[in-house]
Each structure stands twice: as C-alpha cells, then as structure tokens.
C-alpha cells in the first residue's frame, strides 16, 4: 500500500509542476509572439517527464505494460504477455500454449530451404511457437519473412534488429504478435521462391518494402517495435485486414509510415477495425500517422511529437475516432492541420465520421472534424477507454523496444 501511495504521489506531483506542459496546454487558436520558443519548451517538457518517469516500471497507467512489466521473472513468465493485449487485437494469441524456439543463427541464405535456428526455419512451422532470441543479432533477410499463423516474435532479453533487407510479412494468418524488435531499413524483395510453411514454397513478386505487411490477416498486435526508415511503409494493412492492434511502438525517420486499406475500390476493408494506442510519433515523421481507406479506426493515447504534413488522413469514408492524443504540430504555419481528406470533395468528406475528443492540441494543432457527432456513430471505432491526454507523457514514457534483463522488472 504504501509503494501505491508513493507512486501515486510522485505521478500527482509531477502532473502539477509548474514545468509541466501538462497543466495549462495553449489553446489550439492562440496568438504567441515566438512559436519556435513554444515547441522547445513542450519538447524540453515531454523529454523531462520521460526521465522522470523511466524508473518506474509498473503503475503508469498504460494497461498493457502494468500487466506484465513489474514481473522479475518475466523471462519464465513470457507467454503472459498474449494476457495483455487491447483494442481490436486483443485476441491475438500469437504462439501462446506452444513451444519455444530461440532463435541461434542470425543467417537467411536459403528462403526454401532454411536451416534450424534460423528464424525463418521457426516462423514457417505450422504449430504454434513463442520465438525468442539467443542473444543480440541483426537479421538481414534475404527475402520477405512470411510468418504462419499462431506465431509470437519476442524481442525481449537481446538487441533484435531485422534491417537492411526484406522484413515481416503477415499474408493470410491469424494470431501473430509482433513484439520488442527493431525494425528499419526495410527494403523490396521478391522475383524469387519463398517458403511459407513446411509443405509449400512458392514465387513471390517483387514486395513493398514494408516495416511490417498485413496483407489479409488478422488478430494481429505489433507492440514496444521501434521501427523507421523503410522502402515503403512502417506498419501496412490491406486487402480485407482485420482485428490489428498497433501500440507502444516508436515510429521516427520514415515518410508514409502506416496505410490502413489496400485502395478506394477495395469494399472488403470495410470490416477493417485497427487500434492505434500508446505509440509515440517522432522525429522525422512525414505524413500516414495513419492513412485510412474505408474500416474504422480507434486512435488513443498516442503521443505525436512530430509531422511534417500531416497526421491522420483518410479517403473512402473511413470512420476515425481520435481520443486523448497529444499533437504538437510543426512549426510551419501551412501544416497546422492534424488530419487531411483524400481525394474527394468537401461536399462528400463532410459525411465521414471523424471525431476528436480530448485530444490536446499544441502549437496551433487543429483536428478538423465531420459527420456525426453522436457516440453511437462510433461504437465500432471504439475499442478501449480513453485515458486523458494529460496523461500521454507518462504512458507512452516506454514506447520501442525496451531493455530487459534477467531477473528484474522489464
């Protein structure tokens, strides 16, 4: 009780010191005379209640990490994670009640045929494995990782970096978790064979160059990645996609960083629901933060500290419901705007559900809203509840891969 108390007194404090940006967040429309000055104040703000908050490893608010962080024995305890998941991808269960794989060999040299301990030798494996790492390793893919259904890719424990090459791709599977990598420098691959499970292998036409690809799948979470600077984009979801939660990741230094829908004409995305939450949206971040075609999107919690373009967009009369975000917009005054309407008229976006509600908006950030007003226009945009934006800070402190060692809390 009294560790309780402690942390609920230093999260209160924190949360009312003058040098919070937390307390009193500008007005969206407010005149300031130097706005240069605004945005390093709120960075010097966000990157101070990062560190004060670093040491604490439970009791942060974020439900996913406070389900399994505190544990020090987390490293025998791996598969509560599958416990923890939220939102649409909650009932991802990745490799959960099957055996563990580690991962030995950082090597990819034959795609078809490729040996034990590789990763891919683990990911094509029809049963379900929870796959760890023997120690820190860049993979370099030779050609595209396509995974089989009810796999866990677990980061935990080691540096794991899949860069430089083709990276992951979720095409026509279920119940994959994603979780604790580094992923960058995605690059195409293709024009060659490749082995999707133990029985078939088969030719693959040249790849997007994703971080991670979604093509057909679902039940899927990507969780506490670090992920930028790939070919196309971060985290992709097309082709009738599915029950995706996307959440603690760190996204910086990429252009289209994540398309949720394959194209305008493509009616089976409809049914697409994908939970954005907890994430922190960095340096180097252009535009995408999603890209909504069709479906319906939850976006909460997120903490966007940089765009260059804009944050959320959308065509093809997505539903999107912002809540409890925190968008810090860019210092140029033509790009103030979170959200942006692809290729249709006024008259027609004007009918889309797009809502923000308790979002904080700084530095002249502003969502532009339109459709319905009423929460039942959103119930099947809605998939956990919204904690305050004042809150973002501490509960996005962790987003990316995270160092865990043995025996402590993660």
């Known amino acids: ?71 020090p024995n987390w490293e025998n305890n791996r598969q509560r994670l599958a416990d923890c998941a939220i939102g649409f991808g909650r009932n991802a269960l990745g490799g959960k009640g099957g055996a563990t794989y580690v991962v030995t060999d950082a090597g990819d040299e034959d795609p078809v045929n490729p040996k034990p301990g590789t990763l891919r030798y683990g990911a094509i494996q029809n049963e379900p494995l929870w796959i760890i790492f023997e120690r820190d390793m860049v993979v370099r893919l030779k050609e595209e990782l396509i995974l089989n259904s009810r796999k866990t890719l677990d980061g935990r424990g080691a540096e794991v970096h899949i860069a430089g090459g083709p990276c992951i791709t979720v095409q026509y599977v279920s119940n994959i978790i994603i979780h604790g990598l580094y992923i960058h420098d995605c690059q195409p691959g293709g024009n060659a064979y ?12 040249l790849s997007d160059g994703d971080g991670v690809s979604i093509f057909g799948g679902s039940n899927v ?25 996307i959440s603690n990741n760190y996204m910086s230094r990429h252009d289209k960083v994540m398309l949720m829908g394959h194209s305008d004409e493509f009616m089976e995305d409809k049914n697409m629901q994908v939970t954005i939450a907890f994430n922190h949206f960095g340096d180097g971040l252009v535009q995408r933060i999603p890209r909504c075609r069709h479906g319906y999107f939850h976006v909460v919690n997120n903490d966007y500290t940089h765009w260059e373009m804009y944050a959320i967009g959308g065509s093809a009369a997505p539903t999107i419901n912002s809540q409890g975000n925190r968008y810090l917009a860019p210092d140029d005054r033509f790009n103030k705007e979170v959200t942006k309407r692809e290729d249709s008229p006024e008259s027609e976006w004007r009918k889309w559900n797009w809502r923000s509600e308790g979002d904080m908006m700084l530095n002249g950030a502003f969502f532009t809203p339109s459709g319905l007003v009423a929460s039942s226009s959103y119930a099947k945009a809605s998939s956990l509840g919204a904690k305050s934006s004042s809150l973002v800070g501490a509960i996005t402190t962790a987003a990316g891969a995270l160092s865990c060692t043995k025996g402590r809390s993660c």
Do not use: K, Y
């Open 194 to 205: 490749v082995r999707d499970s133990p029985e078939h292998f088969g030719w693959r036409t």
């Open 1 to 71: 009780m009294a560790a309780q108390l402690f942390i609920f007194f230093v999260s209160i404090s924190f949360l009312s010191s003058p040098a919070s940006s937390f307390r009193t967040p500008l007005p969206a429309a407010a005149a300031v005379s130097d706005p240069e000055l605004v945005v390093e104040e709120v960075h010097r703000s966000i990157n101070a209640s990062r560190r004060r908050l670093g040491f604490l490893s439970c009791a942060t608010g974020n439900p996913i990490d406070d389900c399994w962080r505190c544990d």
């Open 221 to 245: 979470w990507v969780d506490h990645c670090s992920l930028s600077s790939c070919h196309d984009g971060l985290v992709d979801a097309i082709r009738g996609s599915t029950a995706i939660t």
